[in-house]
């Protein structure tokens, strides 16, 4: 019965598990370039039951095969799949099409700056000529910030992602891509960073200019998700409180 409730409390621990990348995956349905989150079950490490002080086998620990222990979260993965392109006619949002990242300048609050990446394209140009992440981070070419006279009368972007500032080239977008997606981890303000022992290769993706690219989230699947999850749950509660019921009747007898 102990075996019970602690199965049914790795399925409680699951399900909130699922409950909370569920929830963040609905909270980001309209993040743009947002990429769904999803995670995967495995048995909890098996056991051997063993047969201890059994006379009818002379009283010798025999093994009697394996106990499983329950449930527990296999691994955290990230859909990298395309999101629909949606039309903004903004010359300065900027959508991927295919496999690749625009490259961010970041500064921490220390002062330290890294390179990020990121799906999300809708830049702004400051002041200066800077084009920037609404977060205020410079966006990068291949010749480092990207920079745009403050006088041009027509900005232009090709599929390629050169930059044309009143017909005159300026910079290419940094655009970078991975041998590996899982050497990248989740920043926040829709930035990703790198971990030890990625490799980049080249990006393949076209820019598309006064585009953006919409999450590759599907809210009627994550909320039919979300029902399962919380029928699991309600499963789970109920074999803990019957066995937790049981076991109270046992206390009850033995103190007879």
Do not use: H
């Amino acid at each position: 019965m102990v075996k019970g409730l602690y199965t049914s409390y790795s399925g409680l621990t699951l399900q909130q598990k699922r409950l909370d990348l569920v929830s963040n995956n609905l909270a980001n349905s309209l993040t743009t370039g947002y990429k769904k989150e999803g995670m995967s079950a495995q048995s909890f490490d098996t056991v051997y039951g063993i047969k201890i002080k059994d006379s009818s086998v002379n009283y010798i620990n025999q093994q009697i095969g394996n106990m499983n222990l329950g449930v527990k979260i296999g691994e955290t993965y990230r859909d990298w799949e395309q999101g629909a392109l949606r039309a903004t006619e903004n010359e300065f949002d900027f959508a991927l099409a295919g496999s690749g990242l625009f490259s961010i300048e970041y500064t921490s609050k220390q002062g330290e700056t890294t390179t990020m990446y990121t799906r999300d394209g809708a830049f702004q140009i400051n002041k200066d000529g800077y084009l920037l992440t609404k977060d205020g981070d410079f966006v990068l070419g291949e010749n480092g910030r990207i920079q745009i006279p403050t006088d041009t009368e027509e900005f232009s972007v090709d599929v390629l992602g050169n930059i044309y500032a009143d017909d005159v080239f300026i910079d290419k977008f940094a655009l970078v891509d991975f041998e590996d997606y899982d050497y990248l981890e989740a920043f926040g303000e829709n930035l990703y960073k790198t971990v030890d022992g990625f490799e980049l290769k080249e990006a393949d993706a076209t820019v598309n200019q006064g585009y953006l690219e919409s999450s590759n989230i599907n809210v009627v699947n994550e909320m039919i998700d979300m029902i399962a999850i919380a029928r699991n749950f309600e499963s789970n509660q109920k074999i803990m409180n019957s066995i937790d019921s049981m076991l109270a009747k046992m206390v009850t007898i033995s103190e007879l």
